[in-house]
């Protein structure tokens, strides 16, 4: 059972459509993470939050708008989407401040958009 | 830049040993790590190297020179279910932060 929680695990939208996605981390963790993972390609780090604040945004489009309410939650909200934004969305936290801390992930949204 | 490489693919036998290379150019160096990746699931961590050297952990090891910007994970006594992704990513300096940056993976098929 892994201590980050991701909801929904699977999501279809069409390109019109507003959705988000729900991460949830149960460790205590100050830094939460979304990562991009598409097929034949690395796993792209998208957002960082460190104690709830915004720290990177790596070149994100704006159709991709996250949100850090608290250290244990954070949000990813989707809205025009395109096909090519069908991937698996993982959600990531680490304790920031100790250099050998594991990012722990969650089992991922696997986004389709039609 | 940001730039970690791995094989794409790997194939090994049931019961052997088998090394995944991993060789990194990154602007800063704060750790390697190891994570494996179960088609469908989350990544999960293996292993962390900051030192050079050595980390056994069981049947993995890993491996770690920095002068080189080189890191290799050892499987031993391969079983089935080590059928999976290997991705190896190295934690950097960046923006006050340090967010672990990842290669593309490398997916190991253990055949009988």
């Known amino acids: 059972e892994t201590g980050v929680t991701q909801t929904p695990r699977h999501l279809v939208m069409g390109m019109t459509n507003k959705k988000s996605l729900k991460c949830e981390q149960h460790?205590?963790?100050?830094?939460m993470y979304w990562y991009k993972q598409s097929a034949k390609k690395p796993l792209e780090l998208m957002f960082v939050?460190?104690?709830?604040?915004?720290?990177e945004n790596n070149s994100v489009p704006s159709r991709f708008s996250p949100e850090c309410p608290n250290s244990s939650h954070l949000f990813l909200h989707l809205h025009t989407l395109q096909p090519e934004d069908s991937a698996l969305y993982l959600c990531?936290?680490?304790?920031?401040?100790?250099?050998?801390?594991?990012?722990?992930f969650g089992q991922g949204t696997r986004l389709t958009v039609v | 830049g940001q730039n970690i490489d791995q094989p794409t693919e790997m194939t090994a036998t049931e019961g052997a040993i088998v090394q995944i290379n991993c060789t990194y150019q990154?602007?800063?160096?704060?750790?390697l790590f190891w994570y494996q990746q179960h088609a469908g699931e989350a990544p999960t961590f293996l292993s962390y190297?900051?030192?050079?050297g050595l980390e056994e952990k069981g049947r993995f090891s890993s491996f770690l020179s920095r002068s080189k910007g080189y890191s290799y994970l050892l499987l031993k006594e391969l079983q089935m279910k080590d059928s999976a992704s290997y991705l190896c990513?190295?934690?950097?300096?960046?923006?006050?932060?340090?967010?672990?940056?990842f290669g593309k993976g490398t997916r190991l098929s253990v055949i009988a």
């Open positions: 990531a936290s680490s304790q920031e401040g100790s250099w050998n801390t594991e990012a722990f």
């Open positions: 460790l205590g963790h100050n830094a």
């Open positions: 939050y460190n104690f709830k604040e915004q720290t």
């Open positions: 990154t602007s800063g160096f704060n750790g």
């Open positions: 190297n900051v030192l050079d």
């Open positions: 990513a190295v934690r950097a300096s960046r923006s006050g932060n340090t967010p672990l940056v």
